[in-house]
């Protein structure tokens, strides 16, 4: 799986006044697109945004073997940046023009081990969008045998930037 639209340099990002002109679904919506760079850690951690709608998003991948730990199973923070990409990015669906998001905190439950190569779906859904805090539920499922392989959930600070 090839995310073309990761950003390769410091550059390739969009500005901060790139971010802050357009709501967080104009931006989320322009990353999926390919008309905004993505972040470089999904580039890294071979995935990419193929969904995108106000309070809703989803990502897909496929760890490899570079995401493995020790003992040759997939890292325990690869299911954890994924989830916390997919629900972070929910949240930002939400968020208005001139404001930006971080994660304040995520949990994550690993139900089974994915195997390596399989692709799978990675999906935020936001709960609660707020002035200052977003919460959101997230899963990752096998596309192929549609099974559950983690849960977690997180709460988003949304800090008003102008």
């Known amino acids: ?5 990761a950003a390769k340099s410091p550059d390739e990002l969009p500005s901060r006044e ?11 919506h322009g990353m999926a697109s390919g008309a ?5 850690i999904a580039g890294l951690l071979n995935y990419r945004v193929t969904m995108v709608q106000e309070g809703h998003v989803e990502f897909r991948g496929s ?30 669906t939400t968020v208005p ?11 994550v439950n690993i139900v089974r081990s994915i195997p390596l190569g399989m692709d799978i779906v990675a999906s935020g859904t936001v709960e609660h969008a707020g002035r200052s805090t977003g919460v959101a539920n997230g899963w990752i499922k096998g596309v192929d045998d549609g099974k559950l392989y983690a849960t977690g959930s997180t709460t988003c600070i949304i800090m008003k930037m102008t």
């Open 1 to 5: 799986m090839s995310n073309q639209y």
């Open 18 to 28: 790139t971010l802050l002109s357009m709501s967080g679904l104009e931006f989320m």
């Open 36 to 40: 905004l760079a993505g972040p470089p």
């Open 63 to 92: 760890p490899e073997f570079q995401h493995t730990n020790p003992m040759g199973t997939v890292h325990g923070g690869w299911y954890g940046s994924l989830l916390d990409s997919a629900m972070a990015c929910a949240v930002m």
């Open 97 to 107: 023009k001139g404001s930006a998001y971080t994660t304040l905190e995520y949990k």
